[in-house]
């Protein structure tokens, strides 16, 4: 991964609340992307998982230990989660309660839209 696509993964992951705004944080960050992940792909990966993940930027250390939970590092520095005890979520897993209470939640939406577009409708 180059500079330029280590820059655009990193901007990718500022969707993550209380992501360093600062030029040098994400300098730091973009180099540490640039260490450990072997293409351009794993990065925009990672940038997927890190946003389904953590509700608040957790750190380098954290970053690095999701792609070690997938992949090898380029540089071969493994790290573990401090934040995942027993490891990283799987994939399936993060997608399974990611989209469960979109799926709850549709229904009654439903029924409540329906609700109140007949209690707003005027008789002829």
């Known amino acids: 991964m180059n ?5 655009m993964v990193v901007e990718s992951m500022a969707a ?9 944080a994400r300098g730091l960050i973009s180099s540490e992307l640039q260490r ?4 351009v792909e ?3 990966w990672l940038a997927r998982r890190m946003t389904q993940l953590y509700e608040r930027w957790p ?9 070690c939970g997938k992949f090898r590092p380029c540089d071969g ?3 573990d989660s401090t934040v995942y005890g027993d490891g990283i979520p799987s994939e399936r ?3 399974s309660q990611i989209s469960a209470p979109q799926a709850d939640l549709q229904e009654p939406e439903g029924k409540l839209l329906a609700e109140v577009a007949q209690s707003c409708s005027m008789p002829k």
């Open 36 to 39: 450990i992940c072997g293409s």
């Open 93 to 95: 897993e993060s997608q």
């Open 42 to 44: 794993q990065g925009a």
């Open 3 to 7: 500079a330029e696509q280590a820059t």
């Open 59 to 67: 750190g380098l250390r954290e970053m690095r230990a999701v792609y």
């Open 77 to 79: 520095i493994e790290a």
């Open 16 to 24: 993550i609340p209380f992501f360093p705004g600062e030029a040098a």
